[in-house]
């Protein structure tokens, strides 16, 4: 009698163990996508699925690949700003999670700070409205009342900054898709100097050039690729080629007036595919390059 007591009891805790094994592994999330609005800990994702509210909690690593190896380097919440494409792991369901792990690359960021740096001063306002307008949401029903007018155009003006930062993440998740239904309608080399990254005179002008033609073609978008020479160390030489090509992302983004959403995220490319051969000081100079390509949908135009 006392062996059939215990086996049931075995019985029972297992079912138990299994019932809360199955539940917690069904709150464990996994998710992709950029950040469209970050409020205090509540970051707004943009997804393939839809919109996503991750929550961040002083337990949440926040980190990024160091090199070329598996380690990872955890950072601050700071890095977590609009236009940044990252990975997230929690708990929760598909649209509202508590992050375990954050993960974005160094590259993603620096883009997202591109992004950031183009909004115009009244889309940072609007942005610190909204953060106001949170802030004040406990306020008293008098206080509501007295001031109904003014927090009605600060609803308005949020409207118009959620639907601004909203469109950046779409922009940005398609400037990481595949580009294989594209064909190249024309293209530049900029070259520099060694351990440079500084556009000259005539870089920047044929920069401008295949900016203008850009301007009068009809769903364009333009790719950026920066490449290094064999000289120095393959970290150097990776980092090298990742500010040859924001340099020309910054000046097509700063001085041409392109579009934050017809540029590719720019690729760093370090010293692979070399146009000439390193064993030379003049082949080395065509390695140090940053290509820049307009890209034109095969689709649009007709092909």
Not at 23 to 44: M, Y
Not at 151 to 177: D, M
Request: hydrophobic share 35%; glycine share 8%; charged share 20%.
């Amino acid at each position: 009698m006392t062996s059939r007591r215990i086996g049931n009891v075995v019985s029972l805790l297992a079912v138990c163990f299994l019932s809360l094994g199955s539940a917690l592994a069904a709150d464990k999330i996994k998710g992709k996508g950029v950040i469209t609005l970050r409020s205090g800990d509540t970051l707004t994702v943009e997804t393939d699925e839809g919109t996503t509210t991750v929550a961040v909690t002083p337990d949440t690593k926040i980190q990024h690949p160091i090199g070329l190896g598996a380690r990872k380097r955890q950072v601050g919440q700071e890095v977590l700003i609009p236009g940044l494409k990252l990975k997230f792991e929690g708990t929760g369901d598909q649209n509202q999670v508590t992050a375990v792990t954050i993960t974005f690359d160094q590259d993603d960021l620096s883009i997202a700070k591109v992004i950031q740096a183009g909004l115009n001063p009244t889309a940072q306002q609007q942005a610190r409205n909204m953060q106001t307008y949170e802030a004040n949401k406990q306020a008293t029903d008098t206080a509501i009342a007295a001031n109904r007018q003014e927090i009605e155009a600060n609803q308005q003006r949020i409207a118009a900054n959620k639907q601004g930062i909203q469109e950046v993440a779409q922009s940005t998740q398609k400037r990481f898709s595949e580009l294989t239904d594209w064909s190249v309608k024309r293209e530049a080399t900029v070259r520099f100097e060694v351990g440079d990254s500084t556009l000259s005179a005539e870089n920047k002008e044929a920069i401008q050039a295949l900016a203008q033609e850009a301007a009068n073609t009809k769903g364009y978008v333009i790719e950026v690729k920066g490449f290094a020479d064999s000289t120095g160390s393959l970290v150097s030489n990776q980092k090298l080629s990742k500010d040859r090509a924001q340099s020309v992302v910054a000046y097509l983004l700063q001085d041409c007036s392109v579009p934050v959403k017809n540029i590719v995220a720019p690729g760093a490319m370090s010293e692979t595919n070399p146009v000439a051969s390193n064993e030379t000081g003049s082949g080395r100079a065509e390695n140090r390059r940053v290509e820049i390509k307009i890209l034109v949908n095969k689709g649009v135009a007709g092909q």
